[in-house]
């Protein structure tokens, strides 16, 4: 799941995983969009989200996401320009898998992706 | 305002085009905007910021170059400013902006950005606060000239640099 309220962002990380073999995705423009398709998709494998966004911001909906037993264990990853060291350990300590710094190159979210499913 | 305050802009936006863009800008002289009205665009990406430091950045370009921007970001071409290229510009500043708040914040200061809005308009021109210094940050690339705008509030965080 791709949740990010750019479509240019929600495209380039498509175009990034597509090309690695995924090819299944589901996109929210928030987090609220976002947990609406969690509750209609059981089978979600990780999550990408922005941090900066309307409506429900990336940080609210990580934490919705940790605080809801069906959702806790699905991986997320922020991608944020939010690098500031304390934004970053916030997130981690709520639960965040990892986190992806934009600007990115394409390498740098294959690769954490691959590692964060193991894949 | 010292202008060290518009350092952190630079180093972002030159981080951003020459990793999503894949482009690399030269930049000019920045220098202070007497008559805003005067300095013309036909696209313009601008985002609030709220803090610390407080006022307006812009990314202000032609319609070719914000066409060829958002080809080179998604791949895809453009013929026209539709609603993908204005995401585009939209995360385009969006990025500068989040990514100089990263630098500001390891030096003590820290700031909210808001949600970035786009204009599209022949030979627009965007408005100065009153109390707000308005600094223009000129770029030249393979892909055409463009500005980096910033407009802040003559704060004393701001003065601190």
């Given at each position: 799941m791709i949740v990010d309220d750019s479509m240019t962002m929600r495209k380039i990380i498509k175009q990034i995983l597509t090309a690695e073999g995924f090819?299944?995705?589901?996109?929210?423009e928030d987090g609220n969009d976002a947990l609406n398709k969690l509750r209609l998709n059981d089978d979600v494998d990780l999550i990408l989200t922005d941090w900066n966004m309307?409506?429900?911001?990336g940080m609210t909906f990580l934490k919705a996401v940790k605080s809801t037993d069906a959702f806790k264990n699905i991986p997320v990853a922020m991608?944020?320009?939010e690098s500031a060291k304390e934004e970053i350990i916030e997130a981690l300590k709520v639960g965040a898998k990892d986190y992806?710094?934009?600007p990115f190159k394409p390498d740098i979210v294959r690769d954490k992706v691959k590692k964060i499913l193991g894949a | 305002?010292?202008?060290?305050?518009?350092n952190p802009f630079i180093h972002s936006t030159v981080n951003f085009f020459e990793t999503m863009v894949s482009i690399s800008p030269r930049r000019g002289k920045p220098y202070i905007a007497?008559?805003?009205?005067?300095?013309?665009?036909?696209?313009?990406?601008v985002i609030g910021i709220t803090g610390d430091v407080d006022g307006w950045v812009a990314i202000r370009l032609n319609r070719e170059t914000a066409l060829e921007i958002t080809a080179r970001?998604?791949?895809?071409?453009?013929?026209?400013?539709?609603?993908?290229?204005?995401d585009a510009i939209a995360e385009a500043v969006n990025i500068v902006a989040g990514s100089a708040k990263s630098e500001f914040s390891n030096k003590g200061q820290r700031f909210t950005i808001a949600i970035p809005t786009v204009v599209v308009g022949d030979d627009h021109s965007l408005s100065q606060a009153r109390g707000t210094v308005y600094m223009i940050i000129p770029f030249e690339s393979d892909i055409g000239s463009f500005s980096v705008d910033v407009c802040l509030a003559d704060t004393k965080a701001q003065n601190r640099g």
């Open positions: 090819d299944r995705f589901i996109e929210a309307p409506q429900m911001d991608i944020t320009t992806i710094v934009k | 305002m010292n202008v060290d305050v518009i007497k008559d805003p009205s005067r300095a013309m665009t036909d696209v313009s990406g970001m998604t791949g895809e071409e453009k013929k026209y400013i539709d609603s993908m290229v204005r």
